[in-house]
C-alpha cells in the first residue's frame, strides 16, 4: 500500500531561521515519483520540485533544498533562512509508476514564521 | 487568464441539493484531474482525465458523484443528493501530460449545511 507521513503536523520558527519538514513514504513499488508542494493562504497549491526513485542526489533551489534517502524512506525539505513569506502548509507527496497520474499525499504540515 | 480556474469558488447548499462545480484548465493541457480536501488534511485524488475520457474515476466516493469533460478542455464535478460529508475543498488540476507538474486552481469551497 502507498502512504505518506507528515509527523509534524505544525512548525513554528523565528524569522531566519532553518526549518526542515519532514516526509516519510511508503510503497512497494521501485519506480516512483516523490512531490513537494505548498499551499499558501489562498488555497492553490505550487508545486515545488519532482523526483524520481533513480535519482537520488539531493537538490538546492536557492533557500530549498530536498534530501533524498531510500535507505530510510525519506524525503525531507529544508527552507534555510526561513521568511515569512514561507508560511504555508507544505504538503508531500508520492505517485507510482503505473499509476503517476495519482498523486498520494501527506497530511501537511503547517509552517508559520514569525518575524 | 494562465491559470486554472475554478468556480464558484464558494458554494453553500442545503443537504439533498444537486452541485455543479466547474474547472477550466491551463490551455493545452490534456490531462485533468479533481481532488478533494477535508479540513486539516491533504488532498484526495478523486478522477483523472485524459483527453475527454475518463482514465481512472477510481477515486470517486460513490455513485452521487460524477464528472465530464466533453470537449477535453472545461470539466464539470457533479454531486447529486449532496450530504454532510461533502463539504470539502474541491480542487481541480492540469498538465501537459499524466507524470508532469500539475498545476492547481484555487478550489471551489462546498459547505453542505
Known amino acids: 500500500a502507498q502512504k505518506v507521513t507528515q509527523a509534524q503536523t505544525e512548525i513554528s520558527v523565528v524569522e531566519k531561521e532553518d526549518v526542515t519538514l519532514d516526509c516519510v513514504y511508503e510503497t512497494r513499488d521501485t519506480t516512483y515519483y516523490l512531490f513537494w508542494y505548498k499551499q499558501p493562504p489562498s488555497g492553490e497549491l505550487v508545486f515545488l520540485i519532482r523526483r524520481n526513485s533513480f535519482d537520488e542526489q539531493n537538490e538546492i533551489s536557492g533557500r530549498y533544498s530536498w534530501n533524498f534517502q531510500k535507505s530510510t524512506s525519506s524525503f525531507n525539505f529544508t527552507i534555510t533562512a526561513s521568511q515569512v513569506v514561507d508560511s504555508a502548509v507544505y504538503f508531500c507527496?508520492?505517485?507510482?509508476?503505473?499509476?503517476?497520474?495519482?498523486?498520494?499525499f501527506g497530511s501537511g504540515t503547517r509552517l508559520l514564521v514569525r518575524p | 487568464g494562465a491559470g486554472v480556474s475554478q468556480t464558484p469558488s464558494n458554494k453553500v447548499t442545503e443537504k439533498g441539493k444537486y452541485v455543479e462545480l466547474r474547472c477550466d484548465p491551463i490551455s493545452g493541457h490534456t490531462a485533468l484531474y479533481w481532488y478533494r480536501q477535508s479540513l486539516g488534511q491533504g488532498p484526495e485524488f478523486l478522477i483523472y482525465?485524459?483527453?475527454?475520457?475518463?482514465?481512472?474515476d477510481s477515486g470517486l466516493p460513490n455513485d452521487r458523484f460524477f464528472a465530464v469533460r466533453p470537449e477535453g478542455s472545461v470539466s464539470t464535478l457533479k454531486i447529486q443528493r449532496t450530504e454532510r460529508g461533502d463539504s470539502a475543498v474541491y480542487l481541480c488540476?492540469?498538465?501537459?501530460?499524466?507524470?508532469?507538474?500539475?498545476?492547481f486552481g484555487e478550489g471551489s469551497r462546498l459547505t453542505v449545511l
Open positions: 482525465f485524459q483527453g475527454t475520457g475518463a482514465a481512472d
Open positions: 507527496a508520492l505517485s507510482e509508476w503505473r499509476s503517476s497520474y495519482k498523486l498520494i
Open positions: 488540476a492540469s498538465s501537459y501530460d499524466r507524470a508532469g507538474e500539475l498545476f
